[in-house]
Nanobody
């Protein structure tokens, strides 16, 4: 019900936008989030956008990443600028309730992930 796309290979300092297409009821009332999992590490929170369009970011991506949503198209985006080697990970989109935070357990629907690789 969530389909992530847009990953790829990019050089350090470059930009990439990943997208999440959602086929869930009540998308406009859902908190949408992006998590990521680097090789050999646990999955971690990256960014979220509430139904009010309020946003919250992990310190590691703040100022470089921007999360947004298009409720008319049931899409969520993560614009990633000034990418670093350590941003290399599989990026997962997730949908939660009207109020949701940074914990994975707060999200009901998950996409399959899209690989982002940053070359140094």
């Amino acid at each position: 019900q969530l389909q992530a796309s847009g990953g790829g290979l990019v050089q350090a300092g470059g930009s990439l936008r990943v997208s999440c297409a959602a086929s869930i009821r009540g998308f406009s009332r859902a908190t949408m989030a992006w998590f990521r999992q680097a090789p050999g590490k646990e999955r971690e929170f990256a960014a979220l956008i509430a139904p009010t369009e309020g946003t919250y970011y992990a310190d590691s991506v703040k100022g470089r990443f921007t999360i947004s949503r298009d409720n008319a198209k049931n899409l969520a985006y993560l614009q990633m600028n000034n990418l670093k080697f350590e941003d290399t990970a599989v990026y997962y989109c997730a949908a939660g309730g009207t109020v949701a935070g940074i914990r994975e357990s707060e999200y009901v629907y998950w996409g399959q992930g899209t690989q982002v690789t940053v070359s140094s």
